[in-house]
Each structure stands twice: as C-alpha cells, then as structure tokens.
C-alpha cells in the first residue's frame, strides 16, 4: 500500500503500566499496513518515551496542545479528522472519567472531542478501580453514547492483585480493530461454521483423528465476525484460541459434533463445514487400557452419519457450504459431494499439494457451485480464501432471493 493510501489509526496512550502493551499494538499496526498516529498524555510519557512510538510508527508522536512545533508538524484537528478509528489504550479510569464529563483539558481529550471518527476504548486498571460504580456509570454513559469498549482481561495484575483489568493482548486489540473497519456485509447472517478434527476413542487414553489443525474454520469464523455475522463455531479438539466475539461450541466425536450442529441449524442462516469430521469409530471401544499384546489386533470400524447429507435433506433457505479434502480426481470427487449433500458450494482442496489443506496456514482450492460453474483460485492464506466464500455466499444469496 503506499503511505497515503493506508487508513490511520489514531492512539491515544494514556498513564498505566500496560503502555509497553501499546508498543507492541503500534509495531502491529504498522505490520498490518496501517499508519499510526500515537497521541500520548502526560501521564503515558512517565512510562515510555514518546521516541520508541515515534521510532516504531514513523510518524511524530503528538502530546502538547500549545506546542507550535507539533501544531504545525501534526496539527491536532488533522489527527482527529484522518483517524479512520480512534482508539485508547490502554485507557486509565482517569480518561474514561474525563470524556464522560465531557472534559478536554489537554492534547488527547481535545482530539477525541473533535474527531468524528468510532472510539475504542480499551480500559486498564486495578480490578477494584474497573468495579468502582462511577467507572462502569462512566462506561455505561460512554457505551450509551456510541463509543466501543473491549473488555480488560482477567488475570495477575501489575498492582498484585487478581481479577478483570488486565489491557487485553495487543493482538486481540488489532483484531477487534479489523473488526471494527471492515465494511459490514455479513450483518443479516447467522453463520454456523464447523472446523477440526475428531477424536474417536479406542479406549480411555487412545483415539483415532485425522490432521485438521481447525485452522480454515476457525479463519472463517474471524472472517466471519469482522464482516458483521453472528458466528457460532462447533471446533473439534485443536489448539486455536477462539476468535473474539465467537459463539463458540466444543464437540470431541463426530456424534457429538452432529448433537451440536443439529441443535444449532434452525438459527442458522448458512452452514460452512470445514471441519474434517470422522467418518469411522471403533465399534467397540474399550473400557480400560488396552494391553499389548504380541499378536497383531484387528479394529472393527464403524461408519458416522454424514452430518452434511442430513442438513442438506432439510436445508429450507439456508446456503450450505462443504469441503472437499481430495488426494484425487479432485473436481469429479467434490462435484459428487455437492450433488449427493444437497450444497450451493464446495470448496475443494488437493491435499497433496504443497501449502494447501490439512495444518498450514494458507490452502489452495477450487470452488464448485451448484450452478456448475468451476473456479480454481491460486495458493492464498486461509483468511484471504475465507474472504472469497463470503463473497461467493453473498452473491449465492443475492441469486436466491431474485
Ligand atoms: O483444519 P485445517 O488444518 O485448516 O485443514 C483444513 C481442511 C483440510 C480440514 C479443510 O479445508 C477441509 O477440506 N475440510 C473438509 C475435510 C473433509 O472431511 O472432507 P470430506 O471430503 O471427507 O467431507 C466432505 C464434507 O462433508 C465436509 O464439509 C465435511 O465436513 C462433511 N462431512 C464429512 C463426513 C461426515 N461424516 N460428515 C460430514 O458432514
């Protein structure tokens, strides 16, 4: 992206021991494509130097209202008419206080009265101080009034104690930004999204499972939720932190996980089954560890219920999207699954090619709709794939309700 052309975000850093959370927020900021612009209290500035943001974010940070210097080299109704999102963190009781009573005493709360953009508000105090009834008073007023607030985290605390106060971790604030630019496309979806693998058990401590790391569903979830949808998410047992804002579901056997998606399905608007669902159990898994023993032991398998099959018999309105992990004949084998399952999609992924399918971060995958048409999209990361079947849906959508 050239430098004009990257949206700003404007950052108000104020007085508290998670300013060096803020470093770290700026530095991914930056990563992320976006331009920066650090507005800091005095307070901040006790804590960490305004040279490690300006160093970080490239820009001149801004702190003195009446300084003619940084008037003229950044200009404090500038930051607050090209700030894209404004976002405070991490926010002390003092500045959340001070805007709600409408205060604008110095550089930061000036700005953030003149600035017309959306204000994230992302709190970081002593748990006590976050409880104290004037704060949440203060931050229901605010709420009332159109400014968002990420919840603080729970956890030790640099004063000693524990509980709710903690700045949440600098990579959730960036998502919860994403979220909050991205154009809202997805609002009127209920979106119930599958992802992972299953675990079958063979007896108490071995089980049979396949290699989704839940990685594609999980992208689409995020995707998901930052385009406006209610996401509920049913994952098999991975190792992802689910993303904010998630519904989020846990299933261990593909009969728990059919248990799950049949009770969700009558809210849903559209389905994505991205999980890698078992297809066999052991017929007769043992009560107890099983013994080695020094012949060889036959396993007898039984096949699961095909859980898209059922949804596609009674699908009523709702766009379904499956997956298709092939080895072979990759185009004939999904355009099988899709008329079998009843789908409006399918995305189909080679699986034997390099960076595509089970465990890495991106996917390479061709998307089959129930029009016949076949499109082969090249090697992409899993949140950019996730973007084009939400794009796919919508238009999907737009052709059913002609
Ligand atoms: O989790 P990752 O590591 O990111 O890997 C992503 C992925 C490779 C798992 C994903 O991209 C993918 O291809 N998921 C589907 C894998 C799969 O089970 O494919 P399938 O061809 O066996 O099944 C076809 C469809 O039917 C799938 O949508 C599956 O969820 C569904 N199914 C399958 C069996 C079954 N008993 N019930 C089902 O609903």
């Given at each position: 992206m050239e430098p004009e052309e990257r949206p700003t975000i404007a950052l108000g850093v104020t007085g508290g021991i998670a300013c060096y959370k803020a470093v770290e927020l700026v530095r991914l900021l930056v990563k992320e494509g976006f331009a920066v612009q650090v507005v800091m209290t005095r307070e901040a500035m006790e804590f960490v130097t305004p040279l490690t943001f300006q160093t970080l974010s490239g820009r001149p940070v801004a702190t003195e209202t009446f300084s003619l210097t940084q008037e003229s080299e950044i200009g404090h109704i500038r930051v607050a008419d090209e700030a894209k999102l404004f976002v405070i963190a991490p926010a002390t009781a003092n500045i959340i206080g001070k805007i709600a009573a409408g205060i604008a005493d110095d550089l930061l709360t000036t700005v953030l009265m003149a600035t017309r953009a959306p204000v994230l508000i992302a709190p970081s105090m002593n748990v006590h101080m976050y409880e104290h009834p004037i704060l949440q008073d203060n931050i229901r007023k605010l709420k009332g009034l159109g400014y968002h607030f990420m919840e603080p985290a729970e956890g030790y605390l640099a004063c000693g104690y524990e509980g709710k106060g903690r700045l949440p971790e600098p990579e959730d604030i960036v998502e919860e930004i994403r979220r909050r630019l991205k154009?809202?496309?997805?609002?009127d979806e209920k979106l119930l999204i599958t992802a992972g693998p299953n675990q079958e058990p063979l007896d108490p401590v071995r089980f049979i499972s396949n290699r989704s790391s839940g990685k594609m569903g999980y992208a689409l979830a995020r995707i998901g939720l930052r385009r406006g949808a209610q996401v509920t998410l049913i994952s098999g047992p991975t190792a992802l932190p689910p993303p904010p804002g998630v519904c989020l579901v846990r299933a261990t056997t593909a009969a728990e996980m059919r248990e799950a998606v049949l009770q969700e399905f009558p809210q849903a608007t559209a389905v994505l089954m991205a999980a890698a669902v078992a297809d066999y159990h052991p017929e007769q898994p043992i009560g107890r560890k099983l013994k080695r023993a020094a012949g060889p032991i036959v396993l007898k398998l039984k096949p699961n219920p095909d859980i898209l099959r059922e949804l596609g018999a009674r699908k009523n309105g709702r766009i379904l999207i499956g997956f298709a992990a092939e080895t072979e004949e990759l185009v004939a084998n999904a355009r099988k699954k899709l008329r079998e399952k009843n789908l409006d999609l399918i995305v189909a992924n080679?699986?034997?090619?390099?960076?595509?399918?089970?465990?890495?971060?991106t996917n390479v995958a061709t998307l089959l709709d129930r029009r016949g048409t076949v499109r082969s999209l090249p090697l992409m990361s899993k949140e950019d794939l996730a973007e084009r079947i939400f794009d796919y849906l919508l238009m999907l959508r737009a052709e059913s309700s002609q």
């Open positions: 154009k809202k496309d997805l609002i080679d699986v034997t090619q390099e960076g595509s399918g089970f465990e890495s971060d």
